[in-house]
């Protein structure tokens, strides 16, 4: 069974960082392209970032290019967003997603990012 | 960037009705197409891709249809377990886009 599941979330002062963890189980991480998807309290859903399998290619959205970092470690079964200079618009639910063709087929439950003094 | 805008924004249904869900793209994006539905507290679940394939394990009372710039998600029979909301997405190229979601409620 594939399964998905983010850690690190909580909540951080303005300007300040986090790092989410998404430990991947059920299948093989390492040949599968990997995502954050985000969702602001009462809004829609976002893509973040996108990595693929190898991590030779990278793309952001534009609200968060130059302050959110992906990386993966496939020895890990593991996918990682490090975000700094936080806005309280970034608060959110992140979930990790893997996607196959740029579709999610598979989502983790997600965790809540409070960002706020 | 790909704009998606989907219509309505939310609608009232009873079960066993027919509903129709509209995704429109701001430029073609061949078949390149998803939806999703999301519970509140779950994880989002993958409906349909490449505009009109059903996602393994999804019940045939869904379906999709639409290429380039027009797209329809259809339930034709509307269940009590498919009261959620619902996006469609763009996966034709980064940056992904989703549309603003349809909450589909009971009337």
């Known amino acids: 069974e594939v399964q998905l599941v983010e850690s690190g979330g909580g909540l951080v002062q303005p300007g300040g960082s986090l790092r989410l963890s998404c430990a991947a189980s059920?299948?093989?991480?390492?040949?599968?392209?990997m995502n954050w998807i985000r969702q602001a309290p009462g809004k829609g859903l976002e893509w973040i970032s996108y990595m693929t399998s190898d991590t030779r290619t990278i793309h952001y959205a534009a609200s968060v290019k130059g302050r959110f970092t992906i990386s993966r470690d496939n020895a890990k079964n593991s996918l990682y967003l490090q975000m700094n200079s936080l806005r309280a618009e970034d608060t959110a639910i992140y979930y990790c997603?893997?996607?196959?063709?740029?579709?999610?087929?598979?989502w983790g439950q997600g965790t809540l990012v409070t960002v706020s003094s | 960037d790909i704009q998606m805008t989907q219509s309505p924004s939310s609608l009232s249904a009873s079960v066993g009705d027919r509903v129709t869900i509209t995704c429109r793209a701001s430029q073609s994006i061949t078949s390149s197409l998803s939806w999703y539905q999301h519970k509140p507290g779950k994880a989002p679940n993958l409906l349909i891709y490449a505009a009109s394939t059903l996602q393994g394990g999804v019940p045939s009372r869904f379906s999709g249809s639409g290429s380039g710039t027009d797209f329809t998600l259809t339930i034709s029979s509307l269940q009590p377990e498919d009261f959620a909301t619902y996006y469609c997405q763009q996966n034709y190229s980064p940056p992904l886009t989703f549309g603003g979601g349809t909450k589909v409620e009971i009337k």
């Open positions: 059920g299948f093989s991480f390492r040949i599968y392209s």
């Open positions: 997603a893997r996607s196959v063709n740029y579709a999610f087929d598979y």
